[in-house]
């Protein structure tokens, strides 16, 4: 007998968890050389088939189970369309509340995320849940957006194509819950960062306004949020510097800087190199002055030196000063 039986009568040690994992390990088997190739034994072969039956019914009921809390969002709960249910346990917003939990954790699975908008769901997100009058209902539906639209662009399409930009952004700028807030700045990132469609609805709403309005925001996880996806875009698409040195960004970057110093300064100085880094009128509107920048950068390293846990602003500020103020006169000067 061969080596390879993995303990004779033993199942293979490592089980894939998922039909995803039966999938690969069917490909390795099928990628094998022919030298390492045996015979399946019974035993492995009714595992085999166990396991796969067993994967494509957890997929059947993880289905199921959207429909089951999609049943729940769809009943009109008191005073959320203005008429009352005539079963008020279905409209019960905690219920509504761990049937949203719940979809988001399903749709981690990138299947399940499509199964879910072709269940109609992200039509109830956009329509009812995104602007319903209960916060934790918002937030959730923010974050259940977010979490379908990462990474699949046919889900993407399908929330930009429902109107969920404009109301996330809206909920951005104007929610009363800082933790709706937060959660409709996560679904915005997921719709603008890879996907081109998103960026231009994102753009002609006037998001990098909002975004730095959130970036005002006395809510630090906002703040940090909404500097490293400024940071991001800026990174990914250096065509928009000029759109941004036209509204004034340089300027309110430099004034959040001057702020009380906290740990988010890392990620608006990130912000700052990103915006001047191979664009000289970026580096120009920095020497401005009026700004003191140069001065303040020189105070800031001082105070971060032997500091490690702000090693990586302290990098960002003597990158922008070797940008913005050691560079010869002429490239400074460069179409002024």
């Keep these: 007998m061969a080596e390879g039986g993995a303990g004779g009568n033993q199942p293979p040690r490592e ?5 995803q994992g039966l999938l690969q390990m069917a490909i390795t088997a099928g990628n094998a050389e022919p030298s390492h190739l045996e ?26 189970q959207m429909k089951e809390c999609l049943r729940v969002l769809e009943a009109v709960s008191p005073g959320g369309e203005g008429r009352e249910t005539s079963e008020p346990a279905e409209g019960d917003p905690s219920r509504q509340a761990s049937a949203l939990e719940l979809l988001a954790e399903l749709c981690e699975n990138l299947d399940n995320a499509a199964d879910f908008c072709k269940l109609d769901g992200m039509r109830l997100l956009a329509h009812r849940y995104l602007e319903h009058p209960v916060p934790e209902l918002r937030w959730r539906a923010a974050h259940l957006v977010g979490t379908c639209a990462q990474n699949v662009p046919k889900v993407q399409e399908q929330a930009l194509a429902l109107g969920c930009m404009r109301k996330l952004l809206r909920l951005l700028d104007h929610d009363g819950a800082d933790v709706v807030r937060v959660k409709a700045l996560f679904a915005i990132s997921c719709l603008v960062r890879a996907q081109e469609g998103g960026l231009q609805q ?52 430099v004034a959040l800087i001057r702020s009380e110093h906290s740990p988010f300064h890392e990620h608006v100085l990130g912000a700052l190199c990103s915006l001047v880094t191979d664009f000289p ?45 050691q560079t010869p006169p002429e490239e400074s000067s460069m179409d002024r």
């Design 39 to 64: 015979p399946m034994s019974d035993e492995r072969r009714q595992w085999l088939q166990e396991a796969m039956a067993q994967a494509f019914r957890g997929q059947l009921e993880e289905v199921e």
């Design 202 to 253: 994102f753009l002609r709403l006037d998001g990098f306004s909002v975004l730095m309005r959130a970036m005002q925001s006395p809510v630090e996880k906002l703040k940090v949020k909404s500097a490293f996806l400024l940071q991001n875009l800026l990174l990914d698409h250096p065509e928009h510097k000029e759109t941004l040195c036209s509204m004034g960004m340089v300027q309110q970057l």
């Design 15 to 19: 089980h894939p968890q998922n039909l």
């Design 281 to 325: 009128q970026g580096v120009r509107e920095c020497r401005e002055p009026q700004l003191a920048l140069e001065e303040l950068l020189r105070e800031r390293c001082q105070l971060l030196q032997q500091q490690e846990e702000f090693q990586e602003e302290l990098e960002f500020c003597e990158q922008l000063q070797r940008v913005c103020f």
